[in-house]
């Protein structure tokens, strides 16, 4: 395999910035503060440049598209359910007193047309919905509101008069 030229892993602050899903700023700053070594930043006709090493070196490891525009949750234990729902999608997410069915189903729709999103923070979103959770325009990759629709339903327990919120995307 070739080792790619040594044109293509040198960025400008806002390319690198683009690549690694973060603010131009954050680069910037980091140039700014010394983060980078001598040989892998510097200045060209008023535009910052960093090197792909030295990006690697103090924003870690180059993340997937995926992982740039969704991560699950802040919290760890509501990701690892997330992520066990995902992986078995005919299982319901209980998530506080709602059950959600289809979980694989929102989280593909919020994949598809959602940008730099926390997932958890969507699906509280969506369960405070009726019907159907329409995402923002803001929110979406095409600037304009996305809609998906599920049925609601309350689940009464006969002993303990508990109410779970059915949620089941369509």
Not at 3 to 8: D, E, G, R, V, Y
Not at 15 to 42: C, H, M, N, P, S
Not at 127 to 137: A, L, Q, R, T, V
Request: overall charge negative; charged content about 30%.
């Amino acid at each position: 395999m070739n080792k790619p030229s040594a044109l293509f892993t040198v960025y400008t602050a806002q390319e690198a910035a683009e690549k690694w899903g973060l603010a131009e700023v954050t680069v910037r700053q980091w140039i700014y503060r010394g983060k980078f070594r001598a040989d892998e930043a510097r200045k060209s006709a008023g535009t910052w440049l960093v090197t792909h090493d030295g990006m690697v070196r103090v924003a870690g490891k180059l993340k997937t598209e995926e992982e740039m525009n969704m991560y699950l949750s802040d919290d760890p234990v509501v990701d690892k359910y997330l992520r066990l729902a995902l992986k078995n999608p005919d299982a319901p997410f209980i998530y506080g007193d709602v059950k959600v069915y289809n979980m694989k189903r929102f989280y593909d729709f919020v994949a598809e047309h959602a940008k730099n999103v926390v997932f958890e923070e969507v699906l509280k979103e969506a369960i405070n919905s009726e019907g159907c959770y329409e995402m923002p325009s803001w929110m979406t990759r095409s600037g304009k509101p996305e809609c998906i629709y599920f049925d609601q339903e309350d689940e009464i327990d006969n002993e303990t008069y508990d109410v779970t919120t059915i949620i089941k995307f369509r």
